[in-house]
């Protein structure tokens, strides 16, 4: 049962254009939605968050939207830079028995080119 | 104020053996997670600890176990070894914030 889906595995984006990386889900009771970027022999690092109560959030280069109604969340990363080329994952915090547990979808690979 | 960090970096196991592995969480965070991640798939939650008691679990077997020391460090052991616990093996710790902040991983190879 996979509640936090991310349908591309890969995106290929030239530098300084946009990148959009998406995500779906199927559980509507998570609270917070999450974006780790990892890159190859390290662990993932955290980009940015929204609350399930707004629509959007920004930091510096990137931005996450959320559309509850059709349980669909997207980051918006302008302009993209070649350091940007990581695995994204998307990810959503969900309380089980007291602990907060956080729900990963599979990835994206992004590739930024010169 | 140190990250957190996890050791070994790699380890090769024999099917059936028993490993352990450690964490050490981030300054004042009170909070760790460990998390199994296979390849090409995202992490997968195993449990988490809070002020040295489990206070979850996700879908892992008993032989899946853990704990965390008043120093906010934390193990995990896996017993009986099988081939498919063959994985990224990651730990977070939290300061009870939203956000869970992660260490490098180490990578288990069963044979």
């Known amino acids: 049962d996979q509640q936090v889906k991310q349908n591309s595995p890969s995106l290929s984006v030239q530098e300084g254009r946009i990148s959009i990386l998406n995500c779906d889900y199927t559980?509507?009771?998570?609270?917070?939605f999450l974006w780790y970027k990892k890159y190859p022999a390290e662990g993932p690092t955290f980009l940015i968050s929204?609350?399930?109560?707004?629509d959007k959030n920004e930091d510096g280069r990137f931005t996450v939207f959320l559309n509850k109604s059709a349980k669909h969340l997207s980051l918006h990363i302008v302009p993209s830079q070649p350091g940007d080329s990581a695995v994204y994952f998307c990810?959503?915090?969900?309380?089980?028995?007291?602990?907060?547990?956080?729900?990963f979808g599979q990835g994206t690979r992004l590739t930024i080119n010169p | 104020e140190t990250g957190v960090t996890q050791s070994p970096t790699h380890l090769i196991k024999t099917r059936g053996q028993q490993v352990t592995l450690r964490c050490s969480s981030q300054?004042?965070?009170?909070?760790v997670s460990w998390y199994q991640q296979a390849l090409g798939q995202g992490p997968q939650f195993i449990f988490q600890?809070?002020?040295?008691?489990?206070?979850g679990r996700g879908n892992f077997p008993p032989r899946f176990s853990g704990l965390q020391f008043p120093n906010y460090s934390s193990e995990l052991n896996v017993n009986a070894l099988e081939l498919d616990d063959s994985a990224l093996y990651l730990c977070?710790?939290?300061?009870?914030?939203?956000?869970?902040?992660f260490g490098q991983g180490t990578r288990l190879t069963v044979v």
């Open positions: 977070a710790s939290s300061p009870g914030t939203v956000e869970a902040f």
């Open positions: 559980n509507s009771m998570f609270d917070y």
């Open positions: 929204i609350s399930s109560i707004k």
């Open positions: 990810a959503a915090l969900s309380l089980i028995q007291g602990a907060q547990k956080l729900v």
């Open positions: 300054s004042g965070h009170n909070t």
């Open positions: 600890y809070y002020r040295e008691e489990e206070n």
